[in-house]
């Protein structure tokens, strides 16, 4: 098999994003193989199609396009088959088949997906939202939430809430101390409250890392933190008992808890967000 990397052009008419989660997807089923992707966004002119032509004759590759306009594809299209690579568009299929569901044709506009409409607005707020809610921060203020996500420290509270603000959801995280006070309204609040878990060994990695620690023995002064704090922060006994007393909690309170240890960001996410739409607000599962 050729071990040299696969040159793959990503020609969107917006910002790529979703070439790049289909490609990411793709990609991930072909362990033997690896791609080198040559990204060309903001695609919308004839005269920027040249230019993706001329990058992919520099360096010859197979593309993966997302254009909508049928002028650019066929432009694309004819321009690649004279270079003698292949070119795939990945919205053709599923445009092709909405149109037969809908009985209508295609717009076929660029950029469509990204419109300043309530969704976008939506997103922004929620943005807003986590970054004034972070870590704990304005805690008083919780009733706004769509989801509250509490945990101990390092347990990708923060963003995991980025990310679902990406997708207009309004993500509170609660820092878990143990011996310290939950902030009022926590307890009360009517919907959606996780907990966010991980195994200790993997934490314990985590917090050496942050605090310049990864060897044993080595110490590394980190802003924010005095040798005393730092102590019990990488102490394995104290990690192993944060994350039971955490657990506990969540128990007592009947907070769902999603296990973060061998999960990315997006699969988190993803969890939360199946949770609000199918358990309903203030709907949660029995137990942890």
């Given at each position: 098999m050729n071990n040299q990397p696969i040159i793959l052009h990503l020609v969107s008419e917006a910002t790529g994003q979703a070439l790049e989660a289909v490609m990411r997807a793709c990609s991930a089923q072909f362990q033997g193989a690896?791609?080198?992707?040559?990204?060309?966004?903001?695609?919308?002119?004839?005269?920027?199609?040249?230019?993706?032509?001329?990058?992919?004759?520099?360096?010859?590759?197979?593309?993966?396009?997302?254009?909508?306009?049928?002028?650019?594809?066929?432009?694309?299209?004819?321009?690649c088959a004279r270079?003698?690579?292949?070119?795939?568009?990945?919205?053709?299929?599923?445009?092709?088949?909405?149109?037969?569901?809908?009985?209508?044709v295609a717009e076929r506009h660029p950029g469509g997906q990204y419109v300043m409409d309530d969704s976008y607005r939506r997103r922004i707020d929620a943005m807003q939202y986590v970054i004034a809610h972070d870590d704990g921060q304005k805690a008083t203020d919780l009733s706004r939430a769509d989801v509250i996500l509490v945990g101990v420290s390092r347990t990708s509270k923060t963003p995991t809430c980025f990310y679902?603000?990406?997708?207009g959801i309004k993500a509170a995280n609660i820092p878990l101390v143990p011996h310290a006070p939950l902030p009022p309204g926590l307890v009360e609040f009517p919907g959606l409250?996780?907990?966010?878990?991980?195994?200790?060994?993997?934490?314990?990695?985590?917090?050496?890392?942050?605090?310049?620690?990864?060897?044993?023995?080595?110490?590394?002064?980190?802003?924010?933190?005095?040798?005393t704090s730092v102590k019990?922060?990488?102490?394995?006994?104290?990690?192993?008992?944060?994350?039971?007393?955490?657990?506990r909690l969540c128990v007592r309170y009947k907070w769902p808890v999603i296990n973060v240890t061998?999960?990315?960001?997006?699969?988190?996410?993803?969890?939360?967000?199946?949770?609000?739409?199918?358990?309903?607000?203030?709907?949660?599962?029995?137990?942890?």
């Open positions: 690896e791609f080198s992707p040559r990204n060309w966004n903001l695609v919308r002119t004839r005269v920027q199609v040249g230019r993706v032509l001329a990058g992919i004759r520099d360096e010859p590759g197979p593309v993966l396009s997302s254009l909508t306009s049928p002028d650019l594809q066929t432009m694309l299209r004819v321009g270079l003698g690579v292949q070119v795939k568009n990945i919205l053709d299929g599923t445009i092709h088949f909405l149109e037969q569901q809908t009985g209508t679902l603000a990406n997708r409250v996780v907990g966010l878990t991980i195994d200790p060994y993997t934490l314990l990695e985590i917090r050496r890392s942050r605090v310049g620690m990864m060897l044993p023995g080595r110490s590394m002064a980190t802003p924010g933190m005095s040798e019990p922060y990488i102490d394995p006994q104290n990690v192993q008992e944060e994350l039971q007393w955490a657990r061998h999960r990315s960001v997006e699969e988190t996410a993803a969890a939360i967000i199946d949770m609000l739409e199918h358990d309903g607000v203030g709907g949660r599962p029995a137990g942890c």
